[in-house]
Every structure is written in C-alpha cells, then in structure tokens.
C-alpha cells in the first residue's frame, strides 16, 4: 500500500546541481536557450518555498493550539472561582478595575446578568432633536435603548458598586466563549483525520507546470505523460518525494489553466 504523503514529509527544497539540471533538460528535450532562464525560476521557486514552509513550521499545530486554549479555558475557570470567594478587603482592591472594565462591558450585559440589581445600567429613550434647537421633551411612550454613550458613567458605578460579583461573571462568559472555542476544534477540517492538501507541492506542480507550457510544450498528465515526467524529475532534484504526483498532475493543470485564463478561451 502506497504511504500517504504529508507536508512534514517535503523537507525543505534545495537548489538543483548543474549536472542534475543539465540531465532533466536533455531528458526533457528542453532547447538549450531556455534552460537558463527555467533555471532561474526554478531557483526563484525554491527561495520562496523555503520560506514559506520555515514560516508556516515556526507556526504551533492544531494539537499545540487545541491544548494552549484549553489551557486557558482552565485558568480562566481557576480565576472565576478564585473571584468567587474574595472578601470584603478583595471588594475593596477591586474597585480600581472599574474604569478599565467599565468601558468594556456592555450597558445590556450588565442589565441582563444581574436583572434584580438596582445599580444595573437601565435603558434610555434617544431625545428627540429639530435642527439646532434644543432636545424637545421625551415622550413617555417613547421606545427605550441601551446607548452606551450614555450609559459609560452608570456602567462604571455598577462596576465599582458591585467588583467581585461583575469581574466573576465576565470571567464565566469567558469561560462560556472558550468552551465554545474548544468544541469547534473537532468541527475544522481533518480534525478527525483525512488526507491534508499538500499545498507546498502542489503550487510548486503549477509553477513547473507554466514553465513547461513557456517554452511551448503542452501540458498534459499521466504516468505517459512528458510533462509528469518533467515535474517528477525536477521535484526528485529538488529533495521532494514524487510519490503520487502523478495523480495529483490533473488538479494542478486545472490551476493553472484557471490562473492562466486557459479555461475561458
């Protein structure tokens, strides 16, 4: 059974020796005045590769970010808790939060997570306005809104009346939101397995590819196919596996007719 390839299996590529280009050319029949210049693209590709899959390799995995979030998910529950059971001299410490928290909690929260609380922020009517003259006097029936900029001086008097009781309820809806966080990791793709894209290949096909059709041979795929060959022999210079590269030749060509604009003539 064939392996299934991933991208941790494509180190990164290197630079083609003279000889082994020299070979895949004449293999190819590649007239001798355009080999230099593929050459030079072959390079350009390897450059950027290497950096793209340095970058992206500097990056955690879904593993490593699936436990970071759960690691915070369990902080964030430790410190609720821990909020939970601060005195009257942790009350007091905490009112200096107010002003920063205030501003970043909603006026309907506030109201919502603590309806029998008679500091919450209420609702207000929008005073009706003519031109430059001054606001008229609010009907009685008039429909009410939570407006936070008028609410910023009754949201932080909640804050600062109630500390504990704000800060632990913030932290649990964070708590609610991480949780959430932590369930859509088994919804991403291939999180219970599944072949991944091989990206880094599968651009590299394309620009080999458009290099191919450049000095006017067709593309085309197949284990028969000069073109797959052409791919194959420069990949397998480059450091790649070629293994199933053929099959993945027709998804390739189809890019490139798509980038190319072959498609819609």
């Known amino acids: 059974m064939a392996k299934r ?3 941790e299996d494509f180190p990164s590529p290197k630079r083609i020796e003279d000889e082994d280009w020299e070979t895949i050319c004449k293999t190819a029949r590649i007239p001798s005045g355009d080999r230099e210049r593929l050459r ?3 390079n350009e590709l390897v450059d950027a590769l290497e950096k793209w899959m340095s970058r992206d390799r500097r990056l955690p995995d879904r593993k490593s970010d699936r436990d970071q979030v759960k690691e915070i998910f369990s902080h964030i529950n430790a410190a609720a808790a821990q909020t939970d059971k601060l005195g ?8 200096a939060i107010s002003p920063f928290l205030a501003s970043m909690l909603a006026a309907q929260w506030m109201n919502e997570s603590f309806p029998d ?3 919450t922020p209420q609702r207000s009517s929008v005073p009706e306005s003519s031109g ?6 609010t009907s009685i029936r008039a429909p009410t809104y939570f407006i936070e900029e008028h609410s910023r001086e009754a949201r932080f008097q909640f804050v600062r009346q109630r500390p504990v009781k704000t800060v632990g309820a ?9 949780s959430e966080a932590l369930r859509t990791f088994d919804l991403q793709p291939r999180s219970r397995g599944g072949q991944e894209p091989l ?6 096909l394309v620009t080999f590819i458009d290099m191919w059709a450049e000095i006017g041979k067709e593309p085309s795929s197949g284990p028969n196919s000069d073109c797959t060959a052409f791919c194959e022999s420069v990949a397998d210079a480059m450091g790649w596996p070629s293994e199933g590269l053929s099959s993945a030749m027709p ?5 490139w007719r798509d980038l190319s604009g072959k498609n819609n003539r």
């Open 199 to 204: 990206l880094y290949r599968h651009y590299a």
């Open 170 to 178: 913030a932290l649990k809806e964070i708590g609610r939101g991480l």
């Open 117 to 119: 609380d008679d500091y």
């Open 40 to 42: 030079m693209r072959v």
């Open 132 to 137: 430059l003259r001054e606001p008229l006097r």
């Open 251 to 255: 998804d390739a060509i189809k890019h």
């Open 88 to 95: 009257p001299s942790g009350q007091l410490a905490l009112k």
């Open 5 to 7: 390839l991933r991208n």
